[in-house]
């Protein structure tokens, strides 16, 4: 009997675990993932494993509906940012072993500060270069168009305070350059890697590599009155080399794509405005994408001389004309290219869309150009001369010329899981007084968000923000 009675025991256990589905994580079980939401006002949307989706429209608590697997995995992001706020996620992701509730979303409201505010002292750094170049500390660094101690610039290291100091000052003559164009880069070595727009040797600029000591090595006197004329911003490579655009403006040229290598040679690539359909005048910084090719950006020519994006393959040397504005879809791009998450690219085009006032655009592999958004050049903004970043949240952060409640600009973020209207975040030339955002936004250990404005500031030469 009592053998008999253990058998209908050990028996009973596996069917009902069969009917509960759930018995020790067995085959079939399937869990709920949840939690809490809080700091928020508008509407708020979650997303896990980028497909199920959950909307709130004031905070508490939220259960997606799509139950995981057992022994699969959950993860928990943003899909849609409250207006004017920024939600995080901790204790988002993991292997569903049982029902997840302790997902927690915190959300706060954005604020733009100014990080600091140039001209503050003589010899300081003034009116500075599109973009930041961020190192893994937090430090940023940028160049300034003016100011300095000899009057031509200026590479500028800024702490987590806005302490400024002023890491190189130009010179200027024929020793030195002078008016960068672009911020340096940080290359892989430690050094900062950048050009200038005028003075050296040839009076057309050089290239230069920087210590964090601050000790300058001229690498190229840019050629006087040639293609390589006013060159944009320095990508480095892992063999040492440095590829440049130049827009050639100066010399009336339709600019040039070149490298210069670790031995301080210069290679001319290619020659824009060789043959019908080919782009002149690129800008900004190059992109080397996840296929190995470099990308970038030209502000006229093509196909109907609106500008468009190139490709050129280092390990072949081929170049081509990937895609062409035709105005409706955008014109006249004035900033680089961002390679986001999913693998395509994006950037802004400075004219063109629907009311003029430029465009977001998509390009994917295959060649497909998309615009996003087209600037109505009222409260959104208009006119951007931004490379998109891409946040955590899986969101396009850009900033724009005009437009925006003070007229002088708008932070504003961009949704890519559902498309829409961009959220404006921030007007410039308000409080902060700063106007005429320029380069792409870059991101600090601390998560907060910095980029560089042209004008205004309580010197009115312009400034460093920072964004939470």
């Known amino acids: 009997m009592q053998v008999y009675r253990r058998w209908i025991g050990l ?10 589905a759930a018995c020790g994580g067995g085959a ?3 869990y709920s993932v949840g939690g809490s939401a809080s700091g928020f006002s508008g509407t708020l949307q979650l997303l896990n494993n980028a497909a199920d989706r959950v909307t709130l429209q004031q905070p508490g608590s939220f259960r997606f509906a799509a139950r995981v697997p057992s022994g699969a995995p959950y993860s928990v992001s943003v899909g849609t940012q409250p207006p004017a706020q920024y939600c995080s996620v901790s204790g988002g992701s993991g292997i569903a072993r049982s029902d997840v509730s302790n997902v927690s979303v915190l959300c706060a409201a954005g604020t733009l500060s100014v990080l600091h505010a140039f001209g503050d002292a003589p010899g300081a750094g003034a009116v500075p270069a599109p973009g930041l170049a961020v190192a893994p500390d937090g430090t940023l660094y940028a160049a300034t168009t003016a100011g300095g101690v000899f009057g031509f610039g200026a590479v500028v290291r800024l702490r987590a305070d806005g302490t400024q100091t002023v890491l190189y000052s130009f010179r200027g003559g024929q020793g030195d350059g002078g008016a960068p164009l672009a911020a340096p880069t940080l290359g892989s070595d430690g050094n900062l890697y950048g050009s200038t727009s005028s003075n050296g040797l040839y009076d057309a600029g050089v290239i230069y590599k920087l210590t964090p000591g601050g000790v300058e090595t001229v690498l190229l006197n840019v050629p006087g009155g040639s293609q390589a004329a006013d060159p944009q911003g320095v990508l480095p490579d892992a063999n040492g080399n440095l590829y440049i655009v130049s827009s050639g403006e100066s010399t009336q040229a339709d600019g040039a794509l070149y490298m210069v290598t670790a031995a301080g040679a210069l290679r001319l690539l290619h020659v824009f405005g060789t043959g019908a359909g080919d782009l002149v005048g690129p800008v900004g ?3 080397r994408a996840s296929d190995g090719a470099i990308y970038g950006c030209a502000r006229l020519g093509g196909a109907d001389n609106d500008g468009g994006v190139f490709r050129f393959d280092p390990a072949t040397g081929s170049y081509s004309v990937v895609a062409s504005f035709s105005g409706t879809n955008g014109s006249h ?4 290219l961002l390679q986001a998450a999913d693998g395509n690219l994006y950037g802004t085009t400075y004219d063109g869309g629907s009311a003029n006032k430029g465009t977001v655009f998509r390009l994917t ?4 150009l998309s615009t996003l958004y087209s600037f109505a050049g009222g409260s959104d903004g208009g006119n951007p001369v931004s490379r998109p970043y891409q946040g955590s949240d899986g969101n396009l ?6 437009g925006g409640a003070n007229g002088s600009g708008t932070l504003v973020r961009l949704p890519l ?9 921030y007007s410039f030339g308000g409080a902060a007084g700063l106007g005429a955002a320029q380069g792409a936004l870059v991101a600090g250990p601390n998560g907060y968000l910095y980029g560089s404005a042209k004008y205004g500031g309580v010197n009115g030469k312009g400034g460093v923000y920072q964004v939470n």
């Open 397 to 402: 952060y850009l900033t724009t010329q005009t």
């Open 365 to 368: 592999a295959a060649g497909a």
């Open 28 to 30: 079939g079980a399937q």
């Open 11 to 20: 028996a009973l256990v596996p069917a009902a675990c069969a009917s509960l």
């Open 417 to 425: 899981s559902t498309p829409a209207a961009p959220q404006v975040l």
């Open 285 to 287: 910084t190059l992109l």
């Open 333 to 336: 791009p004035a900033a680089g």
